[in-house]
């Protein structure tokens, strides 16, 4: 399987947004959906880059979101990563991450409109030496 991301949907890395819908909390909008689409990992104790794709209910992009990132541990004990992400064109919002070591990940990404709905979606990753892997949504 090659370096990338795996969705319970896709089981392989694509440049396409995997079907992934927003999980409500606080003021949420249904109508706001967060892909996680192309992360590119680094080693388990090392700097990398994750890119997620917003859109509305049509699957037209939104640029007009502040993206909130929270990595934690499936552990008790570590710290958690945190991020901001601004939209650079067609809905994709790119950040670096730091990933502090290798093991089961959750990453939360909250998206705030400039309207002021907001979406959160939570993705399982799986961080390796050899391969690095989201494993399903929540």
């Given at each position: 399987?090659?370096?990338?991301?795996?969705?319970?949907?896709?089981?392989?890395?694509?440049?396409?947004?995997?079907?992934?819908?927003?999980?409500?909390?606080?003021?949420?909008?249904?109508?706001?959906?967060?892909?996680?689409?192309?992360?590119?990992?680094?080693?388990?104790?090392?700097?990398?880059?994750?890119?997620?794709?917003?859109?509305?209910?049509?699957?037209?992009?939104?640029?007009s979101a502040a993206l909130q990132?929270?990595?934690?541990?499936?552990?008790?004990?570590?710290?958690?990563?945190?991020?901001?992400?601004a939209a650079s064109e067609d809905?994709?919002?790119?950040?670096?991450?730091?990933w502090t070591m290798a093991g089961?990940?959750?990453?939360?990404?909250?998206?705030?409109?400039?309207?002021?709905?907001?979406?959160?979606?939570?993705?399982?990753?799986?961080?390796?030496?050899?391969?690095?892997?989201?494993?399903?949504?929540?």
């Amino acid at each position: 399987m090659p370096r990338g991301i795996a969705t319970s949907d896709d089981p392989v890395l694509s440049d396409e947004p995997s079907d992934v819908g927003p999980t409500s909390v606080g003021p949420t909008s249904d109508d706001i959906h967060i892909s996680l689409i192309a992360p590119v990992f680094p080693p388990p104790a090392g700097d990398g880059r994750l890119a997620f794709r917003v859109t509305d209910a049509n699957d037209r992009p939104i640029d007009s979101a502040a993206l909130q990132i929270r990595g934690d541990m499936t552990h008790a004990g570590m710290l958690p990563i945190e991020a901001t992400a601004a939209a650079s064109e067609d809905g994709v919002y790119r950040t670096p991450i730091r990933w502090t070591m290798a093991g089961d990940w959750i990453i939360t990404v909250e998206a705030t409109l400039s309207d002021g709905r907001r979406a959160t979606q939570s993705f399982n990753v799986t961080v390796t030496g050899e391969e690095e892997s989201c494993i399903d949504d929540q």
